[in-house]
């Protein structure tokens, strides 16, 4: 199978900051990989999928780059309703992974 | 506007089956492959199986083969995972969620889950 790692596991920044969260895989997925936000007792969102296709209604502050390996989640300009934890999914085969996630606190 | 509601959880003995359904709607059912992705409490997502728009391909996770079945009637637009022999560490809430290009790509819609827990 294979494995997605992420970095970092938990990241606190402020309203207004950009972070970055990056995706691992273990071989190469080509682009098949989507983003996920997931609020407390909620199920997941699409964030990105193809690697860097933003879903539709999703904020322009979001932004995915990447193929192969090594990807990358980019908040341009954190709002108070990005406090979440983040997914990365390969969809490359089966079975499909996620990463571990990355939750994303207030400082 | 897309709708898919989980049910069929609830509390269940080791050893024990339970059969979760999963109710689409706003959408052509039958012409979309299904996910089940799982997530133990306080833990991250899990993938556990999927099943071709026509019902005629399903892949499973390594931890849940030869005891989950996933099957789905597109007459009445429901998609199900019959659980058998479960385990504790079967304990989690179970997400159906549509697949966003037909039958390959990632999980555009999701249900809002339901809890299982496996305990004696």
């Known amino acids: 199978a294979i494995q997605m790692t992420q970095s970092p596991s938990s990241l606190s920044a402020s309203t207004g900051d950009r972070v970055t969260i990056t995706c691992r895989a273990s071989?190469?997925?080509?682009?098949?990989l989507a983003w996920y936000e997931q609020k407390p007792g909620k199920a997941p969102k699409l964030l990105i999928y193809a690697a860097s296709t933003l879903q539709s209604g999703v904020p322009s502050r979001f932004s995915g780059s990447g193929s192969g390996t090594d990807f990358t989640l980019t908040i341009s300009c954190l709002q108070s309703e990005d406090f979440a934890t983040y997914y990365c999914?390969?969809?490359?085969?089966?079975?499909?992974?996620f990463g571990q996630g990355t939750k994303l606190e207030i400082k | 506007q897309v709708h898919l509601v989980e049910s069929g959880g609830g509390v269940v003995q080791p050893g024990g089956s339970l059969r979760l359904s999963c109710t689409a709607s706003g959408f052509t059912f039958g012409s979309y492959g299904i996910h089940w992705v799982r997530q133990a409490p306080g833990k991250g997502l899990e993938w556990v199986a999927f099943?071709?728009?026509?019902?005629?391909?399903?892949y499973y996770a390594d931890s849940v083969k030869g005891r989950f079945t996933i099957s789905r009637d597109n007459s009445e637009n429901t998609l199900y995972l019959q659980m058998n022999s479960l385990r504790v560490e079967d304990t989690a809430v179970y997400y159906c969620?549509?697949?966003?290009?037909?039958?390959?790509?990632?999980?555009?819609?999701w249900g809002q889950g339901t809890l299982v827990t496996v305990s004696s």
């Open positions: 099943i071709r728009d026509d019902g005629g391909s399903q």
């Open positions: 969620a549509k697949v966003y290009g037909g039958n390959s790509g990632c999980n555009d819609h």
């Open positions: 999914q390969q969809y490359y085969s089966y079975p499909q992974t």
């Open positions: 071989q190469g997925i080509s682009s098949y």
